[in-house]
């Protein structure tokens, strides 16, 4: 009798896979460089600021041991564990402290006396612990003796552990926990009025027939070529007790809330304008004929066309807006006054109280806010589907005189409120001392006399700018082109894409804070490029790493698959086929790049400024601590250097980019 | 083949190269790193007037507030860089000592120092330079638009008429901040320099993040009155700007600006060359130039734009309890006065 052999016994069919060439394993090497490359950037470095949150510091009283001696010989040794035991003295919450606590020795006598003849021995257990008379450091374990006038003189220091202390006490000092939700309102309302703006702005550009469109895109998108203090600076200016305006506000203040939103408005104004005003360009002409064909009133399709249009558009760049605020660090510290927020917290707990385990708890709570709104900016992208089909027809305004008009002077006014801004701070820069001598000379240009890093900062800015554009130009095209054109490795890819998304959620402070972690360990192999301008281009790379990858992959993706399947067929290696044929035709992306990455190193502060060393000082960071220090008008004429660089910057990148479309791009026309 | 491959390696080396350099600049031998909150301005001189003494030293600076530099020095605690910190305040300073950052060091020709310049530790830690001296920046012209008398003492500043015209620095950011508070707790007691700080916020318009602030905002009339320490606002009057610079009568805080040996350093030599200068009489009248209030006995004469008689107001300054209590004083300071949601009303 034949059996049938059970499925087990069966040889199963083998498996047909593409098979991997020589190729496509070097690629995957390269992209595995890279994404070693993201992970030692990115991922270690928040790790390591994570472990931080979580290092507490407490006094161990176990590890404190007394003797006394009141004149009739040495008692019994007791530690400080049983003396609290018994008396009760402090509640277990007032043994936890940071890193810099003191406690008293004498906390746990109460009755005692510096006049008293009572000799006191103390000796210290703990592997770490110390504790100190007067100033000094006394580390071993030994017993040592004083008498009371010496011994009032000891506290003890904290050891170390870990725990969620750190986060205990942030939620229960209400100092701290209150710039939670001021974030959040500032937040919220910025993009509220953002929103609405640049939504106004974009419908006059693609819906009217006004005149000057060209001229108002361009003042529009000044803001994106300042740091954000800037228009902190103007706005003091303008607003403050010695404003030329100040009476617009009625009596109110410029320091607080009202100067951080109408700041904010300003800096993030452009990105928002950006997407909307692509979010309406791609509306289909064919549904307002349907509109106007079923006699909807004009308000009635704005509601029901323009609007359900324009919504992933609109949601798209509330997100962006929410996220620049919240981060935004330069704004609130410049005309904050004692509004807080958590950007600044952190910067306060670092730099102003040395408390780098709080300064990573507050960094904790400002990546929530911030991964959300990253999680939600995906889901928005992941929904929205191709709205332009093959057979739409683009919307062309007709021209009406009444609407017209008024889109212009509303235009008018948001570009006069744009270059105000700008103006106010050069005449400011100008003014030899202001309010008092109005006379203008370059005074507050002599950099090098103030606090900051004088004119070589100046120079820093400008290498690091260069040097971010070109290198993570570079190191983004070529993650770009792995993900995107490789065979297989789907894992890695996929990984690899999760990666380079990542930055986009991570605030520039927050990255900040985890490099001094992650690089200022000694044992760390990678320490040496602390301090340098390696570690500042690697962060401004990093920080910016996520936009500039979305650009290079939308670039990579107009190109056809077959050129690669070409390029094997004719047995070309692919970095042969990179070099003659994708970075010609990707020319402008990649040029679109290396000007983001400059724009964004000249103005950024956020990311680089617990990085910088004195070698090291940049443009942006010196505005801030000149304006700290009180400097406000040289701070703004630095500022202005800033702006006029990338200024510059941009005009080279408009005639390199005209020029190279002759020749690389002559192909595109027929 | 391999040379195409090594081609594409360029973007790596390009990095490596980078690090390379920025290496190697950091790390010449024959310099000594200083870690220094000295004005920027006053640096090259400073090194000028030193190098005449030692010109075999390269001085090598390495300049921030004070803040920056405090915390900079207690994060590379474990792998430190600097040889010396010179010019530092000196709670910072009572700080390193107790994490046992510094090197003791007993310089030549300590005994023409005033004892309360230096660590009173038989070797001492730190060695002290000058004094800095807590002010009141008034601006004439602002106080007398807002019809201000000017203010003489520190509890004038509560006097109602000038509600929402004063400014101070924050302490939990500002060692000159911390001063006032510290020096307000040892003139009134704990008590009644809590009281004095809860009068006196009733009329502060915002607390600014810099000790220097305030003086240069009253210097741009800006407000009226700022809260900041003497050498600015002599600076500022030098510039033009309308104010006087007023020592409070119940007496003023001081810091101490101070020098010390960071442990570990491989330079001791030079280092403690460089802390023997530090205290010669040429050093303490380069000092005097702009701190009307220096270490070395005998030496200070009356600095322009300061009020006279500067020592007769500096208090008895505790420096053991402003650095042993620093961190109940802030917490305390943050709980009643950082924690008000709205900005003051005017």
Known sequence: ?????????????????????????????????????????????????????????????????????????????????????????????????????????????????????????????????????????????????????????????????????????????????????????????????????????????????????????????????????????????????????????????????????????????????????????????????????????????????????????????????????????????????????????????????????????????????????????????????????????????????????????????????????????????????????????????????????????????????????????????????????????????????????????????????????????????????????????????????????????????????????????LKQPFYKLVAKVTVPVCMPSILDISIYLFVNAMTTVSAVIFLYSPDTALASVAVMNMDDAGDVAPAAAMGMMIFYTNVAARLIHLFVTRKLLVRTQAWRTR | MIQTILKRFVVGACIVAVSMIAIGNSALAVDLIVYTAVEAEDLPRYAATFNEDHPDINIKWVRDSTGIMTAKLLAEKNNPQADLAWGMSGSSLLIFKAEGMLHPYKPKGLENLDPKFYDSDPVPSWIGMDAYVAAICYNTVEGEKNNLKAPESWWDLTKPMYEGHVIMPNPNSSGTGFLDVSSWLQLFGEKGGWAYMDALHDNIARYTHSGSKPCKLAAAGEIPIGVSFAFRGARSKAAGAPIDVIFAKEGIGWEIEASAIMAGTDKLEAAQKFMDWTITRKAMVMYNDAYAVVGYKGVAKPVKHFPPNVDSYMIDNDFEFAANNRKRILAEWQKRYDSKSDPKKK
């Open chain 1, 1 to 569: 009798m034949t059996t049938i052999p059970s499925n087990k016994e069966m040889t199963p069919a083998p498996i047909i896979r593409p098979k991997t060439s020589k190729d496509d394993r070097l690629m995957a090497v390269f992209m595995i460089v890279i994404a070693l490359y993201l992970l030692i950037a990115l991922a270690f470095p928040l790790y390591a600021m994570l472990s931080k949150s979580f290092t507490t510091a407490a006094f161990d009283l176990e590890k404190f041991e007394f003797q006394v001696n009141k004149g009739d010989g040495w008692s019994e040794t007791i530690s400080a564990f049983q003396i609290n035991e018994t008396l009760k003295l402090l509640k277990p919450e007032e043994l936890k402290t940071s890193s810099d606590g003191r406690l008293y020795a004498t906390t746990f006598f109460p009755d005692f006396s510096f006049r008293s003849k009572t000799e006191y021995r103390l000796r210290q257990l703990g592997k770490n612990g110390s504790f100190l008379v007067g100033s000094t450091r006394i580390a071993d374990t030994d017993w040592h003796t004083y008498k009371a006038n010496k011994f009032r003189r000891i506290v003890f220091r904290p050891s170390k552990s870990t725990g969620l202390d750190n986060y205990i006490l942030y939620f229960s000092t209400p100092a701290l926990f209150r710039s939670i939700k001021n974030s959040l309102f500032i937040s919220i309302l910025s993009t509220l009025i953002t929103v609405s703006l640049a939504f106004g702005f974009a419908y006059a550009l693609n819906r009217s027939t006004m005149r000057f469109k060209g001229l108002f895109r361009l003042i529009a998108m000044i803001p994106i070529l300042v740091p954000s203090l800037l228009p902190g600076i103007a706005l003091v200016y303008l607003f403050g007790n010695q404003g030329l305006i100040k009476g617009l506000l009625f009596g109110n203040d410029i320091y607080g809330p009202i100067g951080i939103v109408m700041g904010s408005v300003f800096f993030t104004f452009p990105h928002a304008l950006i997407i909307i005003t692509t979010a309406l360009a791609i509306s289909d002409a064919r549904l307002y004929e349907a509109a106007i064909s079923l006699r909807a009133s004009a308000w009635k399709t704005f509601w029901t066309v323009t609007i359900p249009g324009a919504r992933y558009g609109l949601l798209s760049a509330s997100i962006v807006v929410f996220n620049l605020v919240i981060t935004d660090f330069g704004l609130p510290k410049v005309i904050g006054g004692q509004y807080n927020m958590l950007a600044v917290d952190i910067y306060k707990q670092v730099i102003g109280q040395q408390n780098f385990e709080m300064g990573a708890v507050v960094s904790m709570v400002l990546l929530i806010p911030a991964m959300m709104a990253f999680v939600l900016d995906r889901y928005v992208q992941k929904r929205q589907v191709a709205q332009l089909s093959s057979s739409s027809v683009p919307y062309e305004p007709k021209p009406d005189r009444k609407f017209d008009a008024i889109c212009l002077s509303y235009c008018s006014v948001v570009a006069c409120f744009i270059l105000s801004l700008i103006i106010i701070c050069q005449y400011a820069a100008l003014v030899k001392l202001w309010p008092y001598n109005l006379n203008l000379g370059l005074g507050n240009y002599n950099f090098d006399v103030m606090d900051g890093g004088g004119w070589a900062s100046y120079g820093n800015s400008i290498r690091l700018a260069l040097l971010t554009a070109l290198i993570g130009t570079t190191v983004v095209f070529f993650g770009a082109y792995m993900v995107e054109k490789i065979k297989g490795f789907l894992i890695t890819r996929s990984s690899f894409q999760f990666l380079a998304m990542l930055p986009m959620a991570i605030p520039g402070m927050v990255l900040g804070l985890a490099y001094i972690f992650f690089f200022n360990d000694p044992a760390n192999p990678l320490n040496p490029i602390y301090g340098t301008m390696t570690i500042l281009v690697v962060c401004t790379v990093t920080h910016f790493y996520t936009v500039s990858h979305l650009t290079a992959v939308t670039a990579l993706k107009q190109m056809d698959r077959e050129f690669e399947a070409v390029a094997s067929s």
